[in-house]
């Protein structure tokens, strides 16, 4: 019998997120422009921010442990409650006097209990749904945070202009009781792992069978990590930087041009996380080099633009355009990527993994970042050739995943018989590939 989608579990869980992420997302706007008000500076809050991020690079590996040792749906329940109460604190001391100082601390215990919370609620997707219906669900996820990002900025500006931010603090508690109490109604199986020795050891046999599950017996996993951090690399560094200096500094708009960048862009990672949902039997595991490969090419007309003798909103249009099919072909490889990994990894392990896929996505998108906000000003106005070697190098590395997955491609398209056959031919062949 086919098991549907929206599971009680899942609906639970789905508005959780919903009210957890906007909470968060107004928060966070609404903090951003009182720091801005109280001290005129935007590095200010830029460095906390910077400071605010090192817990959960740090601390998501050992969020996967504790996910994959006590019951994820207590776990997510004590966690937003957590949020709840540290946010509730922070709008009893704050003042014009302290607001750097107390910001500064509700930012980094967010970023705390965020690095548990964000591998606890991937490791519940694969517990709650089966076969493809994994890939739906990461799908539906997306969407939610997608949808949060493009409604929250608004509204929190606009909560924030009305009614100040200690209302805004409210609204974000009231978000996140809302959802510890959403996941109070969660039911899932938990079995409780076995423990050798004190904590330390427990940790440290938890990191070593978990790293050796994905660099020897699963290499798979490894493989698609690295793909996601190579696509990572590259998009987030043209995004994050490429996108504000092209619109305000080469083209010469204004910001308004860039906020309805960032808008479209929203829609346009929402209409790749639908895709996702839509494609969920077309994709295979053999075709993420053309995923990857598509990225690179839309990166490519983008650098074209800046060699035409066109006006600044003709450059302006075909960058969007194709910015805006990086973003979709991007959610869709980063759903389908993620679902595979949680198909293929045991439930016991599911929640170190999901930290390692997180982790990994946190430090390589400050690399991109950086390594490109050098290259953007080593070019000056000469942005194409950044745009098309960058298209070129995404373009080899989608070769590169051909290459890679190969193997894995003959066992798809030629392998008969049911589902679980496939597996134990994938698996055989892993073994065979790596160990022989």
């Known amino acids: 019998m086919t098991q549907k989608l929206f599971t009680p579990n899942f609906i639970l869980l789905i508005l959780g997120q919903l009210t957890s992420l906007f909470g968060n997302f107004i928060l966070k706007l609404a903090l951003s422009m009182y720091v801005l008000d109280v001290t005129g500076s935007a590095a200010v809050f830029a460095g906390i921010l910077s400071v605010a991020a090192i817990p959960t690079i740090l601390l998501t590996p050992f969020g996967g442990i ?37 910001i500064s601390v509700l930012l980094v215990a967010l970023s705390v209990l965020g690095a548990f919370e964000t591998p606890t609620v991937q490791a519940c997707i694969p517990t709650m749904l ?35 931010l200690k209302r805004v603090m409210a609204a974000s508690i009231g978000c996140f009781f809302f959802t510890a109490f959403f996941e109070c109604f969660i039911k899932l199986e938990h079995q409780r792992l076995p423990g050798k020795g004190g904590v330390l050891s427990v940790i440290r046999d938890d990191f070593s069978t978990s790293m ?56 346009a990672t929402i209409v790749g996380s639908i895709a996702a949902g839509l494609l969920t039997e077309k994709l295979k595991v053999y075709r993420l080099y ?58 016991h392990f599911i929640g170190k993994v999901m930290a390692y896929v997180s982790t990994i996505t946190l430090c390589v998108q400050p690399i991109g970042q950086v390594a490109y906000g050098f290259w953007f000003d080593w070019s000056g ?48 062949w892993l073994l065979t590939k790596f160990y022989h």
Do not use: H, W
């Open 290 to 347: 053309r995923l990857l490969a598509a990225i690179g090419i839309f990166m490519i007309p983008a650098g074209l633009a800046f060699l035409l003798p066109v006006g600044s909103m003709v450059k302006y249009v075909v960058v969007m355009v194709s910015f805006c099919g990086m973003q979709v072909v991007i959610s869709i490889f980063s759903i389908f990527v993620v679902s595979l990994i949680q198909q293929r990894t045991p439930n």
């Open 212 to 267: 050796q599950y994905v660099l020897r017996e699963e290499k798979s996993i490894g493989k698609m990590l690295l793909l996601t951090a190579c696509s990572r690399f590259f998009v987030m560094g043209i995004l994050a930087v490429g996108l504000p200096y092209m619109v305000r500094m080469v083209l010469g708009m204004n910001a308004n041009y860039y906020g309805a960048a960032e808008s479209v862009l929203a829609v």
């Open 130 to 164: 089966q076969g493809d219906n994994i890939t739906k669900g990461n799908a539906v996820v997306n969407q939610v945070a997608s949808l949060s990002y493009f409604i929250a900025p608004l509204s929190g500006g606009v909560l924030y202009t009305v009614f100040g």
């Open 381 to 428: 106005n000469a942005v194409s050739s950044v745009l098309i070697l960058s298209g070129i190098a995404v373009c080899v590395v989608g070769v590169f995943a051909k290459g890679v997955d190969a193997d894995l491609s003959a066992l798809f398209q030629n392998g008969k018989g049911n589902r679980e056959n496939r597996c134990k031919k994938i698996y055989d």
């Open 66 to 102: 504790l996910a994959d040792r006590v019951n994820r749906r207590n776990l997510m329940v004590a966690l937003d409650a957590a949020s709840a109460v540290s946010v509730s604190v922070a709008t009893l001391l704050l003042s014009e006097g302290n607001a750097v100082v107390v």
